[in-house]
């Protein structure tokens, strides 16, 4: 920090998910820097991507990004977006007498799983909720109030764990065990960056943290110069 400005080192890199999400949690600290609605929803859905994909190095298995908007290629209503989920986790269906036809994704974001080569349900699965707003512990626990439901929709052979992902860390030890609690297991900044690992990411996600990374530093520099 210098001048009350934040400076990258020139060493960071342009695609780096911990510098992205740096980016998205100083926006508390720089409102200057004037996100608008339309970004701020494409931000959230990249940064989505990203718990996706080091969700996949996490489990060392598989995941889907099954958050509203949903990606391309996944079913919009909500039901059949169930069944999708179902034939890929390969766990049975539930029942679907309890949803509303407006429901988007139920508190789901992200859901991953490591498979066993039989293919057989009863195996590891991780439902995960992010939130990347300066309120975001205010969103730990919705998808535990909801889990109730997605064990109606899904009949899971082995009861899933639920996460809270948040481009955020927390150092202490007390709103940890809070997160803890109220939200699964904490996928913080240090967590996704380290499950992301060196692997590479897709070309959409890369292409889309490398333009973050830029658009939000460019940002920042013009509040250093102002």
Known sequence: RRDNALILPDSASKSSPYVFQLLISIQVEYPEIRISEAEWNWLAKTFERLVTFAAVGQMNGKAMNVGAPREQGLPIPFHVCLEHICNEVKENRGSWDVFSDDMKDDGLDVI??????????GKPVLMVQCAIGE????KAGQLKGLLGDWESYIDWAVK?????????????AKPWRMLSGRGGVVLDRLRIASAAGTRTPTQLLDSEISTWNIVLSDRLERIRLS
Do not use: Q, V
Not at 160 to 172: E, N, R, V, W, Y
């Open 160 to 172: 899933p764990l639920i996460g809270f992902a948040f481009p955020f860390t927390c150092s202490k």
């Open 135 to 138: 309120h975001y512990a205010r």
């Open 112 to 121: 991953a799983w490591s498979p066993f080569p039989d293919g057989r349900p």
